[in-house]
């Protein structure tokens, strides 16, 4: 599992692949309007709260992929070792670093 920055987003490397994870406004939104629940709430559901997270920050440059695309990159993650933390928490890290969130 590895990151760098990148000036469009973080690139990272996930079921093998390098990704770039870039978080805005509207990917918060359509992750919050798909789930149908406000992030606090949504992270009450590991699984879907991983599989939106991780779309969600996807999207932005990555337009065509689907929600069970993200699913499929979750799986692959676990099926290679990999846990449920560590896909949130790449997720979290670049959202964080997105300066959306406060500190």
């Known amino acids: 599992m590895e990151k760098r920055n990148n000036m469009k987003g973080q690139v ?29 709430k949504l992270m009450n559901h590991p699984f879907s709260a991983t599989r939106l997270l991780l779309w969600a920050g996807l999207r932005q440059n990555y337009r065509c992929l689907t929600v069970w ?8 993650h676990l099926q290679r070792g990999g846990t449920l933390e560590e896909v949130i928490e790449l997720c979290a890290d670049s959202l964080r670093a997105s300066g959306l969130l406060d500190d």
């Open 69 to 76: 695309d993200a699913g499929e990159l979750v799986t692959e």
């Open 12 to 40: 990272v490397r996930l079921a093998g692949l390098p990704l770039v994870l870039h978080y805005s406004v509207n990917s918060l939104c359509a992750m919050e309007a798909r789930a149908d629940l406000p992030l606090d």
